[in-house]
């Protein structure tokens, strides 16, 4: 064996440094342990807190020591190998950077109806689109006037050194690209900072390339609303000065007296005065401030009735504006109206408070602040130099801030103007606390109360910190597994891993006898070195990486079955054992190397054009390969060296057991001729197949439709069809698929109610009509615990996918299909230097697609329940992966065969004698890597079932194709070529 020395080395390398990455992660479950056992009572149950206040402990302790250097627990948690949030639970959300805002504030004053109407127009054509929304919005710029040059709207002083009036429309664009994609950046920037300082381990954040969107992934957090508030909140925070109750008093009587009038005309028009009357006779017996409207209304002899319970008076009290969470909606709806706000003070806004200001009888009362409108504030966030969490005087928790030169100036004259009178410090338009100025403050320290909790105000203080970001931002794309969820996964998977590996194992020594421990000690090497790898660059393992280890042992096989069958073809011919050996291992590299680099295509394609998790399933099937390949191809050889190096042909090396004895011998069945029966039988199939998606069609998961789905789990056994009747009541009879997940105590709820908006209040409105519906139909209540009980059921996990994101995903999967299969022609094309082959491996290919397609849709229609998700292209691009490797070994013998021929030879006997003489090797790939599949499929879980399913097929029907369809093409496809060649030789 050449080159010994230089594979001993890097195999060794890789074991020791792959050695050193995963013992972080056994030094991290020791930690674990010591933190469970410190926090474990008598009976055994653990105290979550004092489990983490032992972590907390030991957090910048060293705990793992090498004599040359310590690593604190902190440090290991970071180098261990990280588990994905379906494995262990956490969040991940796609962020989207508004730039409608940026460059709204590029254009200043130059704003007019167009340009409103060009964002408008963008902000839809964006979703429909793949193009940048800057790129939408000139477009629908120019068709509105084209006569109107750019730089109308964007040549200012703010922009007189960068373009001018005399500008060219692409100088103008190039500038407003360059800005949004800059506001991006620094979105990413700020968001990463927070992120960092909100004390997850190993985050996973990254700038989605050419989009002006940011993924996030938080392992192990468990409160999603406080993520969406961290991420969400611009932090734009203003001083603001703030109107008194008497001065405002005579405009807030003038809003009433408009808002009633309005009122009175729309429901004078639709013929119901009376109503309205009767309707706001009925909300003042609910008003919490009933008393106290009263006493203040009574002083203007101009109040009425009506005007006594309109929106603003019923609140008014002498604490401030005051009112329940219940009426803040009729609130809102006066403060909306142009035509009634038109009537108060240009220098009037309201504000409402951050948190409620109190609770009573067990509704929130929120108060609404009357603030000083101003076209900029006098001090805003970019003067604080620090904040910091601490304690007000009634040792609440609240934050303080620190504040530059230049705004502890500011910060003084505006306290000293303001004497006796409330600064509203607000963040993101929510005022969090109005104090009254006692004194003149000096030194440009203030402070920030507000019934805060510890957690809550450590956020809002790294927020200032960080940074107000350029643009909003809104969550298009959630996913939230809780704990319990990601352990059931954890375990599943294991198990689906360690069974598979037994099978196999088991399988390779009754078959192979010596040989076959030697591929199992590959094997295993082969899967030590992914994990190493796997925690060396970092990557987190996830379910569907879980299910990419499962396929490469059955894959990585495949190498060791090529050389074995070749050693026992070249010692059925007669030649010594050293002789075979070499043989063997050389003849097959290359049909080794072939296979594996078409299979690594696809894995790269499905990086480059997945999305979430199936990343995740590309790097670890792409690690798998190469280690495979290694393992292997060297590994195996540098094994079989060592043991043949001193004793030679008296070495007891063996390749075969009894069993393979008999199972030895080249096949001599007529493939060929039974290939147009193979046609009609393919025919046949994808037809049934395309007939039943035709009358059940696909089965399409929010990933490609959008949506939000919900894990709900219950204590026993719950009905889906029963609960799906209730759910549709609640969202406006909008389409509601209930199905069972896993186990009848579990659905799954996917709706497409108000999948248009996307925002954080308006996925509570449709989880609570979610739990609103399962309430009124089960009686049980909803837990946010992870463990269901007898009285209550509990949702352990909820995903969100938009309109714009399905697209994108919808458009990533045709397109890594796509580039997959183009990829694989050119190659074998290349390779073989024909283009039958390319072509004949390529019909195979959507051959095996319309058949896998086809089986999704018979099983869904005998009530299967399969999604079409991510996972499942993920699974099409795996089996033209695991095709296309069974393809190449066939044609890889066919070109020796043809080359190795005597004159005279026909073609179709060249092709029948590869196809036979690769048929051991095939049969027992395919038998290994179902073996393992179908330990997929039964125990992987319910995660993981529809890419099992379409393995499972598509692994069969792989196989298949390339006995009875791929070569058969090529024949047929060159066919006259063929004839006239051996008209001539003849």
């Known amino acids: 064996m050449r080159n010994r020395g230089f594979i001993l080395f890097i195999a060794v390398l890789v074991t020791v440094f792959s050695i050193f990455d995963l013992s972080f992660s056994w030094v991290s479950q020791n930690v674990q342990s010591n933190a469970d056992e410190y926090a474990m009572d008598s009976e055994g149950h653990v105290d979550y807190f004092k489990k983490q206040a032992y972590i907390d402990s030991v957090w910048k302790l060293p705990v793992y020591d090498l004599g040359f250097k310590a690593y604190t627990y902190e440090e290991v948690k970071n180098k261990e190998l990280a588990l994905g949030l379906d494995l262990q639970g956490g969040m991940s959300v796609t962020l989207e950077v508004s730039p409608i805002e940026v460059v709204r504030a590029m254009a200043g004053a130059n704003i007019d109806e167009n340009f409103e109407k060009a964002l408008a127009t963008a902000e839809v054509l964006t979703k429909e689109n793949r193009e940048s929304f800057t790129n939408n919005f000139f477009t629908s710029l120019k068709e509105l006037d084209e006569n109107v040059p750019f730089a109308t709207y964007f040549a200012s002083s703010a922009n007189k050194n960068k373009i001018s009036f005399n500008s060219p429309d692409k100088a103008v664009q190039d500038l407003v690209e360059g800005e949004v994609d800059g506001a991006v950046e620094r979105a990413f920037e700020i968001i990463r900072t927070r992120i960092d300082k909100f004390g997850v381990t190993q985050p996973n954040i990254q700038r989605l390339q050419g989009t002006n969107r940011i993924s996030i992934e938080l392992p192990g957090v468990d409160n999603p609303q406080r993520v969406r508030n961290l991420l969400q909140g611009v932090a734009k925070l203003e001083f603001l000065e703030v109107w008194t109750l008497q001065e405002a008093q005579p405009y807030l009587f003038q809003l009433n007296q408009e808002w009633v009038k309005q009122e009175k005309a729309r429901k004078k028009l639709s013929g119901d005065v009376a109503a309205t009357e009767t309707k706001t006779e009925a909300k003042s017996e609910t008003s919490l401030f009933e008393s106290d409207s009263t006493d203040v209304a009574s002083n203007d002899s101009t109040a009425t009735e009506e005007q006594l319970f309109a929106p603003i008076m019923k609140g008014f009290t002498q604490f401030g504006l005051l009112y329940a969470d219940t009426d803040t909606a009729e609130v809102n709806a006066m403060l909306r109206d142009k035509e009634v706000m038109s009537i108060i003070p240009s220098d009037m806004k309201f504000l409402w408070g951050h948190k409620p200001r109190s609770s009573q009888g067990g509704v929130d009362v929120y108060e609404l602040y009357i603030i000083k409108k101003e076209r900029e504030a006098k001090l805003t966030g970019e003067v604080i130099a620090d904040a910091n969490q601490s304690y007000d005087q009634r040792n609440q928790p609240a934050v303080s801030m620190v504040m530059n030169v230049e705004g502890a100036k500011k910060w003084k004259k505006m306290t000293g103007q303001n004497l006796g009178r409330q600064i509203a410090i607000a963040l993101d338009n929510e005022v969090y606390t109005a104090p009254n100025v006692q004194s003149e403050i000096d030194g440009g320290r203030s402070e920030i109360t507000g019934n805060f909790e510890v957690a809550e105000a450590k956020d809002l203080a790294n927020i200032l910190k960080a940074g107000k970001l350029p643009a909003p931002t809104k969550i298009i794309e959630e996913v939230v597994v809780g704990p319990s969820l990601g352990k059931v996964a954890q375990s599943q998977g294991i198990n689906s891993v360690l069974l598979g590996l037994a099978l196999v194992i088991v399988f390779m020594v009754v078959y192979y006898a010596k040989g076959g421990l030697i591929a199992n000690a590959a094997l295993g090497l082969n899967i030590f070195f992914i994990f190493g790898i796997l925690a060396e660059l970092g990557a987190a393992l996830t379910l569907p990486g879980i299910a990419g280890i499962v396929l490469t042992i059955g894959m990585s096989i495949d190498a060791n079955v090529l050389i074995f069958e070749r050693i026992r073809e070249e010692q059925r011919a007669g030649k010594s054992l050293l002789t075979a050996i070499s043989n063997g291992y050389d003849r097959a590299f290359w049909t080794i190397f072939d296979a594996n680099l078409t299979t690594l295509l696809t894995g790269g394609f499905l990086y480059v054009f997945g999305m979430g998790p199936i990343k995740g399933f590309a790097v670890t099937l792409m690690i798998g390969i190469v280690c495979s390949f290694f393992s292997a191809v060297f590994i195996s050889r540098l094994i079989v060296s060592q043991i043949i190096k001193n004793k030679g042909e008296d070495a007891k090396l063996n390749f075969e057991t009894g069993l393979s004895k008999k199972l030895a011998g080249k096949m001599s069945i007529d493939f060929m001729a039974k290939r147009k029966m193979a046609y009609i039988f393919s025919a046949v199939v994808i037809i049934a197949g395309l007939g039943s998606l035709a009358t059940n069609g696909l089965n399409l998961g929010v990933d490609f439709t959008g949506g939000r789905s919900y894990i709900v789990s219950f204590d026993k056994a719950v009905v889906p069809s029963k609960i799906q009747g209730s759910l549709v009541k609640n969202v406006d009879n909008k389409p509601v698929e209930v199905k069972t997940y896993g186990n009848d105590n579990t659905l799954k709820i996917t709706t497409a109610y108000l999948i248009d908006e996307e925002s954080s209040e308006t996925d509570a409105i449709v989880q609570n009509a979610i739990v609103e519906g399962i309430e009124s139909y089960t009686g049980l209540k909803y837990s946010k615990k992870q463990i269901p009980t007898a009285t209550t059921f509990v949702i352990p996990s909820t995903s969100k996918v938009g309109a714009a994101v399905a697209n994108d995903i919808t458009d990533g999967a045709e397109e890594a299909v796509l580039y997959s299969l183009l990829g694989i022609f050119f190659y074998i094309w290349v390779r073989f230097r024909q283009w039958n082959f390319g072509a004949g491996a390529i019909l195979a290919l959507f051959h095996d697609t319309l058949v896998v397609f086809g089986a999704f849709g018979i099983a869904n229609l005998l009530g299967a329940g399969f999604e079409l998700d991510q996972v499942f292209i993920a699974a099409i691009l795996t089996v033209i992966g695991y095709s296309i ?82 070569a058969p093409l090529v024949y047929d496809t060159s066919k006259k070529k063929i004839e006239k060649e051996e008209a001539v030789n003849a």
């Open 885 to 966: 490797n069974d393809t190449v070994v066939v044609f890889d013998r066919v070109r020796e065969e043809r080359e190795n021929a005597t004159v005279g030879t026909k073609m179709i006997d060249v092709m029948n004698n590869a196809i036979n003489g690769t048929m051991n090797r095939t049969i027992i790939t395919s038998l290994t890597t179902l073996l393992v599949i179908l330990v997929l499929l039964l125990f992987g879980g319910e995660a993981l079932r529809g890419f099992s399913f379409s393995l499972f097929i598509g692994i069969m029907v792989g196989t298949y194709s390339s006995i009875f369809i791929a």
